[in-house]
């Protein structure tokens, strides 16, 4: 079953947000600046994968300078950590489409 939930990572003051598959790999990803509400992050495992099967590295980087890097770690375990919260899938839809239409704008800068 998919799930969407969001973390606050203190450290780099991003807002998480992860769509999650049944077995518990992050299936889209987007990270969100806390102070200013840029987002930073929009990376999809199907985008990921098709790069990675059909494209040339320099393809990938492109990408990864872009849209961010999808977690590449099972997220499972991450629903049970304190200060992570379920979110609606949609508003998981809204936060990807606006992180996608800024991150998709231009590549992305510091």
Known sequence: MTTWFRSYDEDEDLWLYF???DEGWAVRQA???RVDARPVTAASQ?????LREHAEIAAMVRYEEQYGIL??????????EPGVVEVSPEEFERL?????RVLGDAP???
């Open 108 to 110: 992305r800068s510091g």
């Open 96 to 100: 990807w489409a606006e992180a996608r």
């Open 19 to 21: 769509e999650v598959d």
């Open 46 to 50: 199907e985008e990921v994968l098709y």
């Open 71 to 80: 977690s590449e770690l099972p997220l499972e375990d991450w629903q049970d």
């Open 31 to 33: 990270e969100v600046r």
